[in-house]
């Protein structure tokens, strides 16, 4: 697909900082029913945390949602490409490195994500 990511992506995609508590992640993700935020800050991206992360990091010790900011969670080093970035050099470098998300960014703004349900959904014609 020689298409740019920016028409398949999730445009707006909800964000955090890193400072915030996990538990503040948990509620956004099962309130936008997502499973991927870039984490942001000072309005920069600095990190990526999906669900599977807050799970981990709260499973393996005695940590509590409430206090445990987000960057003790998240990915430091999220894979980001800018909007016009082919979706299948995208979707060739998720599928190499089994990422779960691409954070399609703008300069230094994040304008998007580029999920493996929206990579299914193009798949399906459902975009």
């Given amino acids: 697909m020689k298409q740019p990511i920016s028409k398949l992506m999730s445009r707006d995609p909800h964000t955090i900082g890193r400072d915030q ?9 099962r309130r ?3 499973r991927h935020l870039p984490v942001l800050d000072g309005g920069r991206l600095v990190g990526v945390v999906s669900l599977g992360d807050l799970r981990l990091v709260e ?7 409430a206090s445990v900011p987000v960057e003790e969670a998240m990915s430091a080093e999220p894979y980001a490409v800018p909007p016009d970035t082919p979706v299948a050099e995208v979707a060739e470098e ?11 960014v703008d300069g230094h703004a994040v304008v998007g994500v580029f999920t493996t349900i929206d990579a299914l959904r193009a798949l399906v014609g459902r975009r």
């Fill in 32 to 34: 936008h029913r997502i």
């Fill in 59 to 65: 499973t393996s010790g005695d940590v509590d949602p």
């Fill in 94 to 104: 998720m599928a190499a490195r089994r990422y779960g998300c691409a954070i399609v």
């Fill in 21 to 29: 508590p996990m538990r503040a992640a948990y509620d956004l993700m």
